[in-house]
């Protein structure tokens, strides 16, 4: 039995035919609220900071230097320090934790030693390194100095990779620094770098 409302003439009958008649609303306004992807990045966006196209060439020609340090090494981690106004590869250390034990003896902090036992002034130099400084390294590059970063691997990548690491960005360390802090450049001469990392390639039971 209809209620008095569902009877010919009511104001609800009237609604409930008005409502079906009526065209479904678009939804534009749903699409609005989906969230947009995320910007492609900018070409060159691996270059922070001050990056004369001189010193961006001098790095990525000094990365197979940093990967033959690298090469001999258990864990091929290598890195060599590049004069900033002239290009030249002043000094190169691999990781040596497997060969005398010091397990701080990672191959950024080792160039950083002998850098500065060397009489070089660091604030005119960039480190090319085979892969992203560790929290330790970043750390000393920061206290140092040094003008600029280069790195080919990632902390991402080698984590991927089965590498043991402490998981915080060079970049973290730095923004959270009150010094200025160095130029930094990420996934040069990658090419040459990744296979160092890979299963295939490397042990993976330890840290730069």
């Not at 001050?50 to 990525?60: H, M, Q, Y």
């Not at 960039?126 to 750390?139: D, H, L, N, R, Y």
């Amino acid at each position: 039995m209809d209620s008095p409302l569902d009877l010919p003439g009511t104001p609800r009958r009237h609604f409930l035919r008005a409502a079906a008649a009526a065209p479904l609303p678009a939804l534009p306004a749903l699409a609005a609220l989906a969230p947009s992807a995320p910007a492609r990045p900018a070409e060159g966006a691996r270059w922070t900071g001050d990056w004369p196209a001189r010193l961006k060439d001098a790095v990525e020609r000094a990365m197979p230097a940093a990967v033959a340090w690298a090469r001999p090494a258990r864990r091929p981690f290598g890195a060599v320090l590049v004069d900033a106004a002239t290009g030249a590869v002043l000094a190169g250390a691999r990781n040596t934790t497997e060969h005398n034990g010091d397990m701080t003896a990672h191959a950024e902090l080792t160039l950083l030693r002998e850098a500065a036992a060397a009489g070089h002034r660091l604030p005119s130099c960039a480190v090319v390194s085979t892969a992203e400084p560790c929290a330790m390294c970043a750390g000393a590059l920061v206290w140092t100095g040094v003008r600029a970063v280069a790195y080919g691997t990632s902390l991402a990548a080698l984590v991927a990779y089965g590498v043991p690491q402490i998981d915080l960005p060079l970049t973290e360390i730095t923004r959270r620094s009150p010094f200025t802090p160095p130029a930094v450049a990420r996934g040069v001469r990658a090419d040459l770098t990744d296979p160092l990392y890979r299963p295939s390639a490397a042990p993976q039971d330890g840290a730069p």
